[in-house]
């Protein structure tokens, strides 16, 4: 690959495995019982719910408020401290139209940008460092939502087939 091309691929690469992550959990948070979204298996877990608002304001912080400019305040620890709220319907509505426009702002970065400083939480970081951070803790919290919920329903929610390919739909990206 031509070192022209390494930025485009990247955040092409970086805003479809984000929507990827986003389809997920779209998939499987409604699994999930109202009584449920809430639920904390002890005191050193979060719960759905508690991931999703999180993880909205990750994306909110580090791609619409730090790299679009958009004016955002955010109270983390409200994020984990809530142990009720709104729906898990809700909930992903509010985070699937964050990481659509978190998306957006991925797509319209330039190689300029990505390797422009940006302070975004405290930490000074590249653009590409801010978009890598973002996507690196989405698929992590994914991650532990999707244990979550196999845990509760005891079903199989992989999207691998058994030779390791990705099942269809899931656009092919490893």
Known sequence: MAGDELGPSFVRYA????????????????LVAPGELWHRVNAHTNSVGNLLLHL???VRQWLLAG??????????PAEFAARGGPSGDELLARLADVVARGCAVIERMTEEDLGREWTIQGY???????????????AGHSAQVVHMVKALRDVDLSSYDAQGQRLAGDRGLP
């Not at 805003?15 to 409604?30: C, D, F, G, I, T």
């Not at 000074?124 to 989405?138: I, N």
């Open 15 to 30: 805003s479809a495995k984000l929507r990827q992550h986003m389809e997920q959990l779209a998939r499987v948070v409604p």
């Open 56 to 58: 909205a304001g990750n």
């Open 124 to 138: 000074r970081v590249t653009g590409l460092v801010a978009v890598f951070h973002v996507v690196e803790h989405f």
């Open 67 to 76: 790299l679009a400019g958009e004016p955002f305040e955010r109270d983390r």
